[in-house]
């Protein structure tokens, strides 16, 4: 995963490294995938699925929460030993830069309210 997304952080044929305003949105974006792939793996029901016991749905739910907090306590916050820590890290950092670097924007309507200038 770190591999692939320092690739992404690079301008192809420049030899140069992505703004950090155009790659934290790679980040964002694989980050938000990664949370989507990992709820999915712990909250899919399968098809199989009969309901009707409630006490064993219960059960069942238990499991899959305990089985999503455990996978996002070792990988997906940071502090962890995790390619994920890293990705975080590089969130923020690409974050922090973009906030300090970017300029004033100014933003105003058009007086007929049709154009965002």
Same mark, same amino acid.
């Given at each position: =995963?770190? %591999?692939? $997304?320092?690739?992404?952080?690079?301008?192809e044929?420049?030899?140069?490294? $992505?703004? /950090?305003k155009?790659y934290?949105q790679i980040? +964002? +974006?694989?980050? @938000? &995938?990664? @949370? =989507?792939?990992? *709820?999915? %793996?712990?909250?899919?029901? /399968?098809?199989?699925?009969q309901p009707?016991?409630? !006490? %064993?749905? #219960?059960q069942? %739910?238990? !499991?899959?929460?305990?089985?999503?907090?455990?996978? #996002?306590?070792?990988? *997906?916050?940071?502090?962890?030993q995790? /390619? =994920?820590?890293?990705? *975080? #890290?590089?969130l #923020?950092?690409?974050?922090?830069?973009?906030k300090?670097t970017?300029?004033n924007?100014a933003? !105003?309507?058009?007086e007929d309210? &049709?154009? $965002?200038?």
């Amino acid at each position: =995963m770190v %591999h692939f $997304l320092a690739i992404a952080s690079i301008k192809e044929n420049q030899y140069q490294y $992505l703004e /950090p305003k155009d790659y934290t949105q790679i980040l +964002a +974006a694989f980050q @938000h &995938t990664i @949370h =989507m792939i990992v *709820l999915h %793996h712990c909250f899919d029901i /399968p098809e199989n699925h009969q309901p009707g016991n409630q !006490e %064993h749905e #219960r059960q069942e %739910h238990e !499991e899959r929460s305990t089985k999503f907090c455990s996978i #996002r306590n070792s990988c *997906l916050v940071i502090g962890t030993q995790s /390619p =994920m820590d890293t990705i *975080l #890290r590089w969130l #923020r950092y690409g974050l922090g830069i973009n906030k300090m670097t970017r300029g004033n924007e100014a933003v !105003e309507w058009s007086e007929d309210m &049709t154009v $965002l200038r």
